[in-house]
């Protein structure tokens, strides 16, 4: 019967280490998804200024011409 504690025992000891590093790892992970949904806002909002400052440019006609849209000379 003591031995049959002491393994009952170990195996508790060896879920609570797995546990507690389970629940380490998942703390460290949302902190991690924390971070970049607040990096993921920062650079939405840069993009949209980017963009507003496109439309801008292209409803005073400056910049009006994409250079991407033409095929190169030595083609």
């Not at 797995?18 to 949904?37: F, G, K």
């Not at 607040?38 to 963009?51: C, Q």
């Amino acid at each position: 019967m003591i031995d049959l504690d002491s393994k009952q025992d170990y195996r508790l000891n060896e879920l609570e280490m797995q546990l507690a590093h389970a629940l380490r790892a998942n703390e460290e992970l949302s902190d991690v998804v924390a971070q970049q949904a607040k990096r993921l806002d920062v650079m939405e909002k840069r993009l949209n200024l980017l963009l507003d400052r496109a439309r801008e440019q292209e409803a005073s006609g400056i910049g009006s011409h994409v250079f991407g849209d033409e095929v190169p000379p030595h083609w």
